[in-house]
T-cell receptor
């Protein structure tokens, strides 16, 4: 069975602070994919990143960076110099390579105050 | 760009009514999904479909059915709506192997059953 745990439920920061969103996963598959999605107040889920289990290289995209560590089954997401527009619910998700069912964590509500 | 559309953003129905939620994707994807999203529970998979006229139960199929008569359209049906089905419903379509089964979401339908 697959499981994704986002232990943080709500985080509040002041603009320009850095913030890290944690994600821990469980799977018995050796091939799998990890995702992060952003859900702004408008409701639509926005794809942020995909990482496969064979690629542990960390990734940076502008103010966003992701740290994938298989040893601790974690795929953490850091926003540097946060902005008010980053306020949203963020979901981490896992898909085994063998099928296409996506398992989501419960989401983290991030509030960035001016 | 992939586009996944849902027939309504907001819907209000009465208990006992039959409700249809429509989802259409324009990328010729085989795989389509219906999720519901509730506070504190994240996204939970209701049903999914790998091909026309094929369907599989997700994690919470009770009280729902689906229809996939055409590849681009995946409908979620509430045979007799109940108040505990008040929720946000998200449809998704999945890309092919080259995109690691990247999942694209529609804007969501917020259903209220009174």
């Amino acid at each position: 069975a697959q499981k994704v745990t986002q232990a943080q439920t709500e985080i509040s920061v002041v603009e320009k602070e850095d913030v890290t969103l944690d994600c821990v996963y469980e799977t018995r598959d050796t091939t799998y994919y990890l995702f992060w999605y952003k859900q702004p107040p408008s409701g639509e889920l926005v794809f942020l990143i995909r990482r496969n289990s064979f690629d542990e290289q960390n990734e940076i995209s502008g103010r966003y960076s992701w740290n994938f560590q298989k040893s601790t089954s974690s795929f953490n997401f850091t926003i540097t110099a946060s902005q008010v527009v980053d306020s949203a619910v963020y979901f981490c998700a896992l898909r085994p390579g063998a099928n296409s069912k996506l398992t989501f964590g419960k989401g983290i509500t991030l509030s960035v105050r001016p | 760009d992939v586009k996944v559309t849902q027939s309504s953003r907001y819907l209000v129905k009465r208990t006992g009514e039959k409700v249809f939620l429509e989802c259409v994707q324009d990328m010729d994807h085989e795989n389509m999904f219906w999720y519901r999203q509730d506070p504190g529970l994240g996204l939970r998979l209701i049903y999914f479909s790998y091909d026309v006229k094929m369907k599989e139960k997700g994690d919470i199929p009770e009280g729902y059915s689906v229809s996939r008569e055409k590849k681009e359209r995946f409908s979620l049906i509430l045979e007799s709506a109940s108040t505990n089905q008040t929720s946000m419903y998200l449809c998704a379509s999945i890309g092919d192997r080259r995109k690691a089964y990247e999942q694209y979401f529609g804007p969501g339908t917020r259903l209220t059953v009174t």
